[in-house]
């Protein structure tokens, strides 16, 4: 139906994730999933809300970077400790320790 359920909930985790080819490679085909219309439509439905998205990319170490976020301590979390974003910003600090170093031979000199 149209009401989202603890049931969906429970199983959408791993069911619907399958169903739609998300947690092994293969598996819409070898489970033959396009003869389940019905499944599929659930399946989507369930991956549109935007609170499934979010939850998806908690504790999650695969996959683009973008959708990874590895520990969540807070609602900010989505939007700025993705690991795309960690990566970032080590990349900032590596340049900032550069321009540090680069400011203290300078200072040498002089």
């Known amino acids: 139906g149209d009401t989202y ?3 969906d909930i429970a199983i959408w985790s791993w069911y619907g994730q399958l169903a739609l080819g998300k947690l092994y490679d293969g598996s819409f085909e070898f489970l033959d999933m396009k003869s389940y219309p019905n499944l ?3 399946a989507e439905m369930i ?3 935007p609170a499934v998205r979010r939850g998806c990319m908690v504790n999650k170490a695969w996959g683009p970077l973008e959708g ?3 520990e969540r301590h807070s609602a900010s979390d989505f ?3 993705t690991e795309d974003k960690k ?3 080590k990349g ?3 340049k900032v320790d550069a321009d540090e170093t680069q400011d203290a031979k300078r200072q ?3």
């Open 5 to 7: 359920t603890i049931a």
């Open 40 to 42: 599929i439509k659930w």
């Open 47 to 49: 991956w549109e809300r």
């Open 68 to 70: 990874q976020l590895r």
């Open 79 to 81: 939007e700025t400790s």
């Open 87 to 89: 990566v970032q910003d």
């Open 92 to 94: 900032d600090e590596k």
């Open 108 to 110: 040498k000199t002089n």
